[in-house]
């Protein structure tokens, strides 16, 4: 999608954005979960949109890194998760100075294309340094 798209998306999140909180509270938590029993502690928030799973990771005490490649959600990030760092990037071109323990990438990959998918994978693989990636697809179970 387009950065105007987003720009869009992050006007109505300021507005609404409390209802997708709200719908997708729990699957944010078991996300969270999920990297803190596998004792990630530096954690790479992939396509971090409006910083909410990013201000949870760092409530559960993780250093975040949150990376989007929209100037206006990633505003949106800087108020919601003023703890973490934020990167203004394209995560295929994503580069850090060193890989952290975990990476999520939440409700972004269905909106690249196959080839877009592919890199953003591969360079998350890149960045993590144990266990891989983690995707997840959907916010309802
Ligand atoms: C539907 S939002 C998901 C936001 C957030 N992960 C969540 O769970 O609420 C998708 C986000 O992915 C970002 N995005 C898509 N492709 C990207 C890319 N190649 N590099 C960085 N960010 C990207 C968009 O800018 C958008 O903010």
Request: hydrophobic content about 40%.
């Amino acid at each position: 999608m387009s950065d105007d798209r987003y720009r869009e998306i992050a006007r109505s999140l300021q507005t609404m954005g409390w209802l997708q909180d709200a719908l997708l509270r729990q699957a944010r938590k078991r996300v969270v979960e999920h990297l803190r029993k596998r004792g990630v502690v530096t954690a790479l928030d992939a396509g971090c949109g409006a910083g909410t799973l990013s201000r949870y990771l760092s409530d559960a005490g993780m250093s975040v890194i949150a990376v989007d490649r929209s100037p206006a959600m990633l505003e949106l990030a800087g108020r919601r998760a003023s703890h973490a760092q934020c990167l203004q990037a394209d995560l295929s071109r994503l580069s850090l100075s060193r890989p952290v323990d975990g990476a999520v990438v939440a409700l972004s990959l269905h909106e690249m294309t196959e080839s877009q998918r592919v890199e953003v994978w591969r360079a998350l693989q890149r960045l993590t340094r144990h266990g891989g990636p983690l995707a997840q697809r959907r916010g309802h179970p």
